[in-house]
């Protein structure tokens, strides 16, 4: 079993840029692919973007040329830099690794406002 510990979220004004930080901890050497999701308020969580563990990276439509995420193997760490906020990225973000896709970390609150 592994544990998710995120950080770094704040409250940020529109433009503005935040990096997330997500410290695996456990079975990490069963991490094939690390993700980051979202839940903002009122809506279910979704998810945002993916790294394996070779380094490949996808990104969901509505942050795709603005969020940015990476993996630092040595660190057990994946990360998430968010540049260019918008209100609607406010949520609370979370990380999550697979195979222990039920494994989820108290995740950090991002608040985009003016």
């Known amino acids: 079993q592994v544990q998710l510990v995120e950080s770094g979220g704040a409250l940020v004004q529109p433009g503005g840029s935040l990096r997330l930080s997500c410290v695996a901890s456990?079975?990490?050497?069963?991490?094939?692919?690390m993700a980051w999701y979202r839940q903002g308020p009122g809506k279910q969580r979704e998810w945002v973007a993916g790294?394996?563990?070779?380094?490949?990276?996808a990104y969901a439509e509505a942050v795709k040329g603005r969020f940015t995420i990476s993996r630092d193997s040595a660190k057990n760490t994946a990360y998430l830099q968010m540049i260019s906020l918008k209100p609607e990225d406010t949520a609370v973000y979370y990380c999550n690794a697979s195979p222990y896709a039920n494994v989820w970390g108290q995740g950090t609150q991002v608040t985009v406002s003016s």
């Open positions: 790294i394996t563990r070779h380094g490949v990276t």
């Open positions: 456990g079975a990490v050497f069963g991490i094939t692919y």
